[in-house]
């Protein structure tokens, strides 16, 4: 017998069996081909979202990179220009300390120096005498009087006081040696024999008295001519051809902190009518 005719005989309630389970299992293959299908798209729309989160992220790393890049440019830009601003007003504020540092150096040293002015010792030649008879054949001095002027001691007092004589016409230059390159002993080549000695000077302290070494009018030479006894008043007078002069000069040490050594020049012309000295034109000078 064939399916066919098995179909035939077989009962209704049988067939309606038969056809439920037919319909039932086309329902499952039908609901298990609808969820592979589901199953599939899910898979696709999955790998989709995925692709779409892998883009979204790419783009948002490029989004950071450039973010990035751009607030370290900022940055660095920022850096620099506050560094140059830093660096200009650095330099502005040394430059400004190195005038007020000059400013005050220069405030200090005008202060010292004053200060040096004011305290330092002022040795100086004050009063002027001849001694012994100037027109005598027994010889004369000049002589000073040397005081110190200033607030604190001299120390190191070298003196040298000299006669010189000259033509009128001719004045002693504030340079001019002591003693004198012009006297007898020093033409002749005499060596110095007297006493050479160093001094320290008080202030307001008594006068010391500095002498040029002994001499005499007959001992000097005008050209190659000396000077004889009957020339001496008409040569000398107050309208004569020479002039006889005092002269020296005094170097010292001050006592300060700089401890400079400071010069003094002093000068008279002998007037043998008035037997006193007038002030030379040069050679007469304290620093």
């Known amino acids: 017998m064939t399916l066919r005719e098995r179909w035939k005989h077989t009962s209704l309630p049988n067939k309606l069996l038969v056809a439920t389970g037919a319909l039932v299992a086309f329902g499952t293959l039908f609901y298990a081909?609808?969820?592979?299908?589901?199953?599939?798209?899910?898979?696709?729309?999955?790998r989709d979202s995925a692709a779409q989160v892998?883009?979204?992220?790419?783009?948002?790393?490029?989004?950071?990179?450039?973010?990035?890049?751009?607030?370290?440019?900022?940055?660095?830009?920022?850096?620099a220009e506050s560094k140059a601003s830093f660096d200009a007003a650095l330099a502005q504020e040394k430059a400004s300390l190195d005038v007020s540092t000059k400013q005050s150096q220069a405030a200090l040293n005008a202060s010292i120096k004053a200060s040096s002015y004011e305290l330092r010792p002022y040795v100086i030649a004050i009063k002027f005498d001849m001694v012994g008879d100037f027109l005598s054949s027994a010889?004369?001095?000049?002589?000073?009087?040397?005081?110190?002027?200033?607030?604190?001691?001299?120390?190191?007092?070298?003196?040298?006081?000299?006669?010189?004589?000259?033509?009128?016409?001719?004045?002693?230059?504030?340079?001019?040696?002591?003693?004198?390159?012009?006297?007898?002993?020093?033409?002749?080549?005499?060596?110095?024999?007297?006493?050479h000695s160093i001094a320290v000077i008080g202030?307001?302290?008594?006068?010391?008295?500095?002498?040029?070494?002994?001499?005499?009018?007959?001992?000097?030479?005008?050209?190659?001519?000396?000077?004889?006894?009957?020339?001496?008043?008409?040569?000398?007078?107050?309208?004569?051809?020479?002039?006889?002069?005092?002269?020296?000069?005094?170097?010292?040490?001050?006592?300060?902190?700089?401890r400079e050594i400071h010069h003094s020049r002093f000068c008279g012309i002998y007037d043998p009518q008035t037997h006193l000295f007038d002030v030379c034109a040069k050679h007469n000078r304290v620093d």
């Open 54 to 79: 892998e883009r979204l992220s790419n783009a948002t790393n490029e989004a950071i990179k450039k973010a990035v890049g751009a607030s370290s440019e900022s940055l660095t830009k920022s850096l």
């Open 203 to 258: 202030p307001n302290a008594p006068a010391v008295m500095l002498h040029s070494p002994q001499s005499s009018v007959r001992d000097f030479t005008i050209g190659n001519k000396t000077i004889t006894p009957e020339e001496e008043s008409k040569l000398f007078s107050h309208d004569g051809l020479l002039r006889l002069y005092f002269y020296g000069e005094l170097s010292y040490r001050d006592i300060l902190g700089t």
């Open 33 to 46: 081909g609808a969820a592979t299908v589901q199953v599939f798209l899910m898979r696709q729309a999955a």
């Open 139 to 195: 010889g004369f001095m000049g002589q000073a009087e040397v005081v110190n002027a200033g607030r604190t001691p001299a120390e190191s007092v070298d003196s040298c006081a000299d006669v010189v004589i000259k033509p009128r016409t001719e004045d002693i230059p504030d340079e001019y040696p002591c003693p004198s390159p012009d006297n007898p002993a020093a033409k002749n080549h005499v060596p110095f024999t007297g006493v």
